[in-house]
């Protein structure tokens, strides 16, 4: 167990739907990076916030927002759903280990749009 | 732009043997980061290995070692006494060292994946 928590853990909804994810990050962690992992894109990154501020955008749509809340949470939400936005996201934290700074992954949410 | 290569799609090893995994990236930085994730069939990405571009020796943990070539951008990962439950994804990740402080942009670049299959 990492100790990221990521709801929901599966998520079923139809094109056209909005849905928003759900991360948690790790006792003390401050940022938070969301990543995308599809079959034909594989492990990408989409979006990065440390303590509430939005600090780097990757490969995300417009479609897409994320973001961190006082409490550190962050919660990412995708709209105007398209078949091709099911995939597995996974939200990661961030420590600093001895200067290195290493990202513990949560479980994921498995998106399907129907 | 970091790139990073993983030429195996899969590979297997019988049980107790030994298997090398390959990864290549390309990079115009001198200073970064290394990482090998392994995702087992539950999907969890969790943190094998880890390398730093300035240190020489190559990291151990356990029965997992790296070979890291800084010249040739070379960075295999070696599993030794493979188990059943080695069996997985693994994954081959670039990280920029960027500013030495906090907060900055340490976004990850994976590979492909190598799918490593472990034979009783």
């Known amino acids: 167990d990492s100790g990221v928590t990521q709801t929901p853990k599966h998520l079923i909804t139809a094109t056209g739907q909005r849905v928003t994810l759900r991360c948690s990050p790790r006792?003390?962690?401050?940022?938070v990076y969301w990543y995308q992992q599809s079959l034909d894109q594989g492990l990408q990154f989409l979006i990065q916030y440390y303590n509430g501020e939005e600090r780097a955008k990757g490969n995300i749509l417009e479609r897409f927002s994320a973001q961190q809340f006082p409490d550190l949470h962050s919660e990412l939400n995708l709209s105007s759903l398209e078949l091709g936005d099911s995939a597995l996201y996974f939200c990661?934290?961030?420590?600093?280990?001895?200067?290195?700074?290493?990202?513990?992954f949560g479980p994921g949410t498995r998106l399907l749009v129907l | 732009a970091q790139t990073v290569t993983q030429s195996q799609p899969e590979m297997s090893v019988q049980e107790a043997e030994t298997v090398t995994l390959s990864c290549t990236y390309d990079t115009s930085e001198s200073d970064y980061y290394l990482f090998w994730y392994k995702q087992p069939p539950s999907r969890q990405m969790i943190l094998v290995i880890r390398?730093?571009?300035?240190?020489?020796q190559n990291a151990t943990e356990n029965r997992f070692s790296v070979n890291f070539q800084k010249a040739a951008k070379s960075f295999s990962l070696k599993i030794s006494d493979s188990q059943l439950g080695d069996a997985a994804m693994y994954f081959c990740a670039y990280r920029s060292a960027g500013l030495r402080g906090g907060g900055s942009n340490y976004k990850l670049t994976f590979g492909k994946g190598t799918l490593l299959t472990v034979n009783p």
């Open positions: 390398q730093e571009a300035y240190k020489q």
């Open positions: 006792s003390g962690d401050l940022s």
């Open positions: 990661a934290s961030s420590d600093r280990t001895g200067g290195v700074e290493t990202q513990y």
